[in-house]
């Protein structure tokens, strides 16, 4: 029986492993790219009788990773996949401050992690199955902070903006092809993850919109990371996905 190829960045924890784990499901082959591996992954995968790989690649050496992507796709069947999906999810908060403030060292990281990586891994990605004829599609997951300047968030809005910009490149790449992947660069709205925690326990001289963020948790406005990775997969199978290369999940 055919499969539905999913490729997940950041699947080992928060929203990405929510993500993760509601892939898990039969009919799925499942490839999560992480840091490190998720050992409850594996069970729910051996229960489902579910194929899933954990790679383990550090994305501050993003060209590692996808060339890792592009040697295993090239040796794929393509006869095997009914659909091919690569989910960019992985990223990073650099250190919260001016940006007159920021180490070098740990910017470059942000930027490598959060823009360079999944540019890789989409070329890597596309790149391997162009002669595929069966529908493939690219999630990146971008942040409403691609699109809203913020204080002391330089290193992460500026991954964000270009995720959204490259994406936009990518779509009228693909829509010269005459099989072309469908793309967007997708907010998923804001979900309590780690990343929350980070933003909410930043130093408020260092940080102005600190209490803005406190606030969303205390007013309960967040969402969990289940409910924002059923939104996601929700949007990936709309009709019209790929109309808008820059999308969010509360789009009507």
Known sequence: ?????????????????????????KGNTLICISRNQQASLTVQAQEAGVHLAQWTHDFADGATASMALKTWLEKQPAQNYQSATLINNAGVIPNIGPLSQADPHNLAMALRVGLEAPMQLCAAFLGATESWIMPRKVVNISSGLGRRAMASQAGYCAAKAGMDHFTRCLALDEALKPNGAKVTSLAPGVIDTDMQVQLRSAAAEKFPDQSGFQQLKATGQLTSPADAAQRILNYLARPDFGSNPVSDVRDA
């Open 1 to 25: 029986m055919t499969q539905h190829l999913y490729v997940l960045t950041g699947g080992s924890r928060g929203m990405g492993l929510a993500i993760a784990e509601q892939l898990l499901q």
